[in-house]
T-cell receptor
C-alpha cells in the first residue's frame, strides 16, 4: 500500500536553533500534503496545507514565518521549525493523498517527536 | 466539516468483538464517514470508510445507520495490538481536504 516516510523520527535541539522535518510519499505522487502537530494526551491539530509548487496555507494561529513549509516536488514536503523554543516541543505528523485519487484515504507518516531543550 | 461525537474511552476483552459508536447528526449528503486509528507514538492509520452502505475490509466492518446520523466501527475479534485511539471523521467529497480530528475513543484491550 501507499507509504509516507517521515524523517527524522525523533530530534532533540537547543532553544534558538532550527529543525527541518521531511515528509516523502514513497510510491505515489501527492500535490497536497498536510502537516499536523499533537501535544501529549491531545488530538491532532492541523497546522498547514502544503501545495506542490505554491505557498502553503496555514491554519489560524500558526505562524508561517516560524513554521516554514516547502513542497518542492510531488513526493517531498518539508517543515522547518525556526528558532525553536521549548513550547514547540511536540509530535509533528505529515499526511498525503495520492494525486487524483478521489475520496481515497490519507496516508500518514509515523511522526517526528521534537524536543527543544 | 460536520462534527462527530464519540465516547472518550472503551474497554474490551481480548478476542471479543468491539463496537465503537460514532454520532454525526449533522452529516451532509456528500460526507463520507472515515475511521482512522492511532497507536501509541505513531501516526494515524486508515481503517475504513463508507458513504451509505455497510463496508467490510480485512481490518474491520463499518455499519452505517439508515439515516446516516450514526455509524459503528466493528472489530470482530479484538487483539492487544488493536489498543489505540479510534477517530471517526466526516470528510466531504471535494478532493484535497484535510482530515479534522476530534478527540476519538481510546480503546483498551484486556488480555
Amino acid at each position: 500500500g501507499a507509504v509516507v516516510s517521515q524523517h527524522p523520527s525523533r530530534v532533540i535541539c537547543k532553544s534558538g536553533t532550527s529543525v527541518k522535518i521531511e515528509c516523502r510519499s514513497l510510491d505515489f505522487q501527492a500535490t497536497t500534503m498536510f502537516w499536523y502537530r499533537q501535544f501529549p494526551k491531545q488530538s491532532l491539530m492541523l497546522m498547514a496545507t502544503s501545495n506542490e509548487g505554491s505557498k502553503a496555507t496555514y491554519e489560524q494561529g500558526v505562524e508561517k514565518d516560524k513554521f516554514l513549509i516547502n513542497h518542492a516536488s510531488l513526493t517531498l514536503s518539508t517543515l522547518t521549525v525556526t528558532s525553536a523554543h521549548p513550547e514547540d516541543s511536540s509530535f509533528y505528523i505529515c499526511s498525503a493523498r495520492e494525486q487524483g485519487a478521489g475520496n481515497s484515504p490519507l496516508h500518514f507518516g509515523n511522526g517526528t517527536r521534537l524536543t527543544v531543550t | 466539516d460536520a462534527k462527530t461525537t464519540q465516547p472518550n474511552s472503551m474497554e474490551s476483552n481480548e478476542e471479543e468483538p468491539v463496537h465503537l459508536p460514532c454520532n454525526h447528526s449533522t452529516i451532509s449528503g456528500t460526507d463520507y464517514i472515515h475511521w482512522y486509528r492511532q497507536l501509541p507514538s505513531q501516526g494515524p492509520e486508515y481503517v475504513i470508510h463508507g458513504l451509505t452502505s455497510n463496508v467490510n475490509n480485512r481490518m474491520a466492518s463499518l455499519a452505517i445507520a439508515e439515516d446516516r446520523k450514526s455509524s459503528t466501527l466493528i472489530l470482530h475479534r479484538a487483539t492487544l495490538r488493536d489498543a489505540a485511539v479510534y477517530y471517526c471523521i466526516l470528510r466531504n467529497n471535494s478532493g484535497n481536504t484535510p482530515l479534522v480530528f476530534g478527540k476519538g475513543t481510546r480503546l483498551s484491550v484486556i488480555a
